[in-house]
């Protein structure tokens, strides 16, 4: 079975790029605290399959769906049945996905874009805590802030109990 597990020396550079259908939103935020280069078909305003398909080709990724027929239509697809997003880390784990958090964040819980550390100097956001008293890394794209706090250790128990 092919390992799908993030490259772990560099998180950044996920050796799997995935694209999840508009079913699997909250699986996408599991995905990307786990390292993994996962598009959320919505992020990109796509609804229609052969809009997905279209994306999954074109940028070589791993198409994730609950729908048998599109799965079907992929050229490389995994099918999920369970509409629980634990359940479905449960089914990705046994298709052979590594599923343990990255070292760093990696990837932006909320559009996928590349974190980067955040200078022990540089302001943070209010919601945020000091990058001089916490590892803060920020999203590229979008500006997020991330910090290893409760919403860490949750998913990390999450994983944990897979």
């Not at 990109?44 to 994730?64: H, M």
């Not at 920020?138 to 994983?159: I, M, N, P, Y």
């Amino acid at each position: 079975m092919t390992d799908r597990s993030p490259d772990r020396d560099d998180p950044v550079h996920a050796r799997d790029r995935l694209v999840l259908d508009v079913m699997l939103g909250k699986l996408a935020t599991f995905l990307r605290m786990c390292g993994y280069d996962a598009v959320y078909a919505l992020d990109r305003e796509l609804e229609a399959d052969d809009r997905i398909l279209a994306l999954a080709r074109t940028e070589e990724r791993t198409l994730l769906t609950r729908d048998r027929e599109l799965a079907a239509r992929a050229d490389d697809s995994v099918l999920l049945s369970a509409p629980d997003p634990v359940e479905q880390l449960r089914e990705l784990r046994a298709a052979g996905f590594r599923l343990e958090l990255a070292a760093r964040p990696a990837r932006c819980g909320r559009c996928n874009g590349v974190a980067v550390a955040v200078d022990t100097d540089e302001p943070t956001p209010e919601y945020a805590p000091d990058a001089a008293e916490a590892d803060v890394w920020r999203c590229r794209d979008c500006g997020q802030c991330f910090w290893k706090g409760s919403h860490w250790d949750d998913v990390a128990e999450t994983l944990a109990d897979l």
